[in-house]
């Protein structure tokens, strides 16, 4: 080991050990008990209810979460059982979560758009005992397959009209949300000691919550993630620049991902924070107006959506004001790029941003909620260079971080004062990341998981001796350390003539231009790529609307020649931004987008690719064909 490796590993020790000084003995249930001593009155879960919010203080959700735990003692749960939660973004989710925590349990959520047959795949997997579920949508996925289910007992519905009148054999108990939390409250308030006794057992080693990946190819995998784990992700996420004292947040994304259980469910706990429920991320933008969170995580597909979403209404625009908007931005485009690690702003550059972003992005920002968003992060993919700019030209730095479920969540990020464009950050407090020897990314640190459920074979594979975990991902770390993904090790292309190429560096090139929403490049073991193309919905709108076309038809812009020609010139212009081996020499647009609920993206919306590559596979073998 060389002087400045062995003082690197110094510092990470350092900031490691400083971690856990911080966190020492402490479990979830802890942390909860603190803010709701300290800040008990102030609000922390809010559900929209027609036009207003209803609201539980930190007091009233540690309260709802001890009664709750009794009730799950009350149908015979015992410490390590697991919780199956499938609802969407709202405060009973929450509670559920917690209660189980409290009851010695572990949680956790089930993607909602999981199909029965993954339904039963993983509620078998994991053994749960008790599933809590939103109504008759819900248990439509989990009713065919209770009869194979022998270790759940009871199934919770918040929706009491879905509980059913009868139960076929081998079913569980059927119970209403009231009823459950009914009988919880009266039996923590004869007796709390069953409870009690039930976190004083409560270590940092003990599981906090159960996650499984989302899975671009077969079946998803449990992973168990202690209280140990999770405090240490919650405090360099804080310290890298999370959450202010009491702010807001907006949970949208599904709870089963990790970075939405991390900044939804478990900062807010370390700043008193109020959490707001958006229970469709369709309706995100009406609820950053409603919400103006202090910040905003999306995975990029979020954030793609979202600027096409604002091109439209800028392209709407007078004139008059589009064209200081666009002077505006540049302005801002610049104070940004400048701003980056190793940079220095002149101080003309910053009078000019400050005059920029106090008359028009500020007002611009207020317009769509996110005047206040100071912590605006993109992860679980890499972002657009194109959207990454569109944001920054609106005063908005968008920070890459980089992580898994298997790390319990971000192990690089970007920080306000020290972030570079294009790269993921640097590594978080007390995580060390290296390159191996054939470029994967490898991270090492008490973030990191010990293995997955019941998969020797994949846990082996994924940590290694000295403690290093393979994280799959091709990526490189410069100079200052920032570190940079180029993609999955796993989706890499190599040509019939050898090349590797980076699909992602080509998707993001062809997703530059607003038209074109979702790109998914292939040509492995080909001569050169190929490109299957999808429409940016509302660009498409936008555009038909100002070329007399039917907006409401998706397919049949698909197949509009202005359309073709546009995308077209689209293609030709990220082929000249890549290097030969990269270019694409035939592309097919398709008529529709890829979704979740057709099966070509993830819960967490990355690309299927082995799904589309087979449901395309006519189309793909024509672009090769003569």
């Known amino acids: 080991m060389g002087g400045s490796e062995y003082m690197e590993q110094t510092e990470v020790l350092r900031l490691r050990r400083g971690v856990e000084a911080e966190i020492e003995g402490r479990t979830l249930v802890d942390l909860l008990h603190r803010t709701a001593a300290e800040h008990g009155d102030l609000p922390a879960l809010s559900d ?26 009350g149908v015979g749960v015992e410490p390590g059982d697991v919780v199956a939660l499938m609802m969407p973004n709202r405060s009973e989710h929450l509670i ?20 029965a047959e ?14 809590v579920l939103d109504g008759a949508d819900e248990l439509a996925r989990w009713r065919p397959g209770l009869g194979r ?26 119970v209403s949300w009231a009823d459950f939390t009914a009988a919880g409250r009266r039996a923590f308030a004869a007796d709390p000691a069953p409870v009690e006794a039930r976190l004083a057992a409560l270590t940092p080693q003990s599981n906090a919550t159960l996650l499984y990946t989302s899975g671009t ?7 168990f993630e ?48 109020h959490i707001h429920f958006c229970p469709d991320a369709a309706r995100l933008g009406e609820f950053l107006g409603l919400v103006r969170p202090h910040g905003l995580f999306g995975v990029p597909r979020v954030w793609e ?17 589009r064209t200081a908007i666009e002077s505006a931005a540049e302005v801002a485009r610049a104070y940004l790029e400048e701003g980056q690690f190793g940079r220095t702003r002149s101080p003309e550059l910053e009078k000019r941003f400050a005059r920029a972003d106090g008359e028009v992005l500020q007002p611009l920002r207020a317009l769509i909620g996110l005047d206040r968003a100071d912590a605006c992060i993109a992860g679980a993919a890499p972002l657009p260079e194109d959207t990454l700019r569109f944001f920054a030209g609106l005063g908005l730095l968008i920070r890459d971080v980089y992580g898994m479920t298997e790390n319990c969540g971000a192990v690089t990020a970007n920080r306000a004062d020290a972030y570079r464009f294009g790269s993921v950050g640097r590594p978080q407090d007390g995580i060390e990341v290296r390159v191996g020897e054939d470029g994967e990314l490898l991270v090492r640190g008490p973030v990191n998981i010990s293995g997955y459920l019941a998969r020797p074979e994949e846990s082996a594979a994924l940590i290694d001796a000295e403690g290093w975990l393979h994280t799959g991902d091709i990526g490189s770390i410069d100079v200052d350390g920032f570190v940079y993904v180029v993609d999955r090790k796993k989706e890499l292309i190599i040509t019939s003539g050898g090349e590797n190429i980076a699909p992602a560096a080509i998707e993001n090139r062809l997703k530059e231009h607003p038209l074109i929403g979702q790109a998914l490049a292939y040509g492995d073991r080909r001569p050169y790529p190929v490109a299957l193309l999808t429409l940016d919905p509302e660009a498409a709108a936008v555009w038909a609307a100002a070329n007399g076309a039917d907006p409401a038809d998706p397919a049949a812009l698909a197949e509009h020649p202005q359309v073709l020609a546009e995308v077209g010139r689209a293609v030709e212009e990220a082929n000249r931004r890549l290097a030969r081996v990269q270019q694409v020499k035939k592309w097919r647009l398709l008529p529709g987008e890829w979704t979740v609920e057709s099966a070509e993206l993830t819960p967490s919306l990355k690309l299927k690719r082995r799904v589309i590559q087979a449901r395309y596979a006519d189309d793909i073998g024509r672009m090769y064909a003569g």
């Open 226 to 273: 202690t209280h140990r784990q999770v405090l240490f992700q919650v405090t360099v996420t804080r310290r890298s620049g999370g959450l202010p004292q009491a702010g807001a947040t907006l949970s949208y994304l599904p709870m089963a991902h990790i970075a939405e259980r991390v900044l939804s469910a478990y900062l807010p706990m370390t700043v008193a924070g």
């Open 149 to 174: 289910l022998p270790h759940l007992r009871t199934v919770v519905l918040l929706d009491a009209a879905a509980v059913p009148d009868h139960r076929d054999e081998g079913d569980p108990e059927f």
């Open 305 to 321: 959506k979202l600027q096409a979403k604002l091109s439209a209404a800028l392209a709407a625009a007078p004139d008059e004001q």
């Open 48 to 73: 929209r209810v027609g036009d207003g919010w209803e609201t539980r203080t930190w007091a009233e959700y540690r309260r709802a979460a001890l009664e709750l735990a009794a009730a799950y003692l």
């Open 217 to 223: 190819t077969g079946n998803p995998k449990g992973v």
């Open 118 to 131: 993954q339904v039963e795949f993983v509620a078998a997997d994991c053994a749960a005992r008790v599933a």
């Open 96 to 115: 559920a979560d917690m209660g189980a925590v409290h009851a010695g349990a572990v949680p956790f959520s089930v993607y909602s758009t999981f199909a």
